[in-house]
Structures are given as C-alpha cells and as structure tokens.
C-alpha cells in the first residue's frame, strides 16, 4: 500500500484551500504541509493557522513535517490545529525520545527525519515510539531540488531496520521520502523500500486545467509507475 502525499510548500498560497481539496479529489493521499522557522533551516513558511484554516477542507491525513528550533513548544499547537502525522528533525530537539512521547501524547502520529547526512542511529533507542521514519533525499529549506542518489542505499539499511522490528514487534513504521520525487524516480524509490512518497514541484508544477481537479493526470502517473514495482 503505498501514499502519495503532496507537499504544499510548490502549492499556490494565495489560493492554499482549493489546491489542497483538488489536489485530494484528484487522488493524493495524504497532505504534506512543510514548516520552517528560518533558523533550523534557511526558509520560513507556515504555522499551526494554516494547518487550522486547512483542516474543515479535508478528512485527508495532514502529515506536519517540521523543519523547526526548538521542536516542543509548538508540538501541541499543530495537535491542536488538526494535524494527524508529526515528524522533526533529532538534531532540532534536546531530547529527542521526550518530543516523541509528547507528539503521541498529544494524539497524533510521531517521527523521526533524517537529513541525508544524519546517522539513522538515531532511531535506535525509540522505534517502540515511531510511527514513522521520513527520510530527507534533498536538503531541507526548498523544494524543486534533485532526488541524492545515496538516499536509495540509505532507504534499504533503514528498510532492513524496520522489517526487523516489525518481525519481532508486530508493529509496522512507515517509511517516508521527501525531496526530488518525480515520476521518473518514483517506481525506483518504491523498490528500495519507500512506502510514502511526498512530492512537491512535481505534483503542483503539473496542474491541468482539462483534469476535473487540476491535479489528476499527475497523480495517476505517479501511480501507474507504482504499481509496476
Ligand atoms: C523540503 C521539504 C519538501 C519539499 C519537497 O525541505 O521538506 O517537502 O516540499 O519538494 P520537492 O518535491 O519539489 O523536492
Ligand atoms: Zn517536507
């Protein structure tokens, strides 16, 4: 089962509602919604009142993916505002396993992020606290950047980590990519071990205005592409 999960970072703010709802209608799993501060990473964007205005929109999973220093203040905030999925980066937060609880304790999904650069030793010590593990195929800050080759070896070793703590756990982590995917990467990214694929510049570069939602065309080809895995 595999999800595709746009980014609305490469959305049109200025009309953020109707390219969520179209962009769901037109096939999309879940809502991928990019927040940084300017400070953990070099761009500034959204916080917990857009993903509040968002949320009466879509009954779609609102996956936060947090680019953000310090991490714990503003968890419960986007727990509030509706988010279901709430991921950060481990270098952003002192302690790393109480962020995790605290996500969870606020009722939503937790994850890891690992910049391409950053050991997957981190999840070590926590897997009983993640939900899911995204990892970062570009640099974080921007989108319409060029998929890092190296995440593919680096999505194998962490797919090996996580079938080896569901085989004794029962328990299944997700194992998200995000930056670079496209249509002509997406199937290989699907074979080395990917199971939710964020898209940004791919998916909002691509509106049509003959698809009924603008977006459908672009969904289903990314589709087609999984389904040859
Ligand atoms: C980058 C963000 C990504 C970004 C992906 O820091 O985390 O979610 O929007 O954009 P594309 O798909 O264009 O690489
Ligand atoms: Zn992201």
Redesign the pocket.
Known sequence: MYRIAP?I??ANFARLGEDVTNVIASGADWI?F?V?DNHY?P?LTIGPLVCEALRPLTQATIDV?L?VKPVDRIVPDFAKAGANVITFHPEASDHVDRTLSLIREQGCKAGLVFNPATSLDYMDYVMDKLDIVLL??????????K?IPATLNKLRAAKTRLDAYEKTSGRKIMLEI?????IDNIAEIARAGADTF??????FSAARDSDPHRYDSVIAALRSELKKV
């Open positions: 980014s970072l490469s991928h990019d940084m990473v761009n993916h680019m970062m195929s570009v640099n974080p800050g921007f989108g319409g950047q998929f995000d930056g670079g995917v496209r964020v898209a940004g510049s791919a998916v």
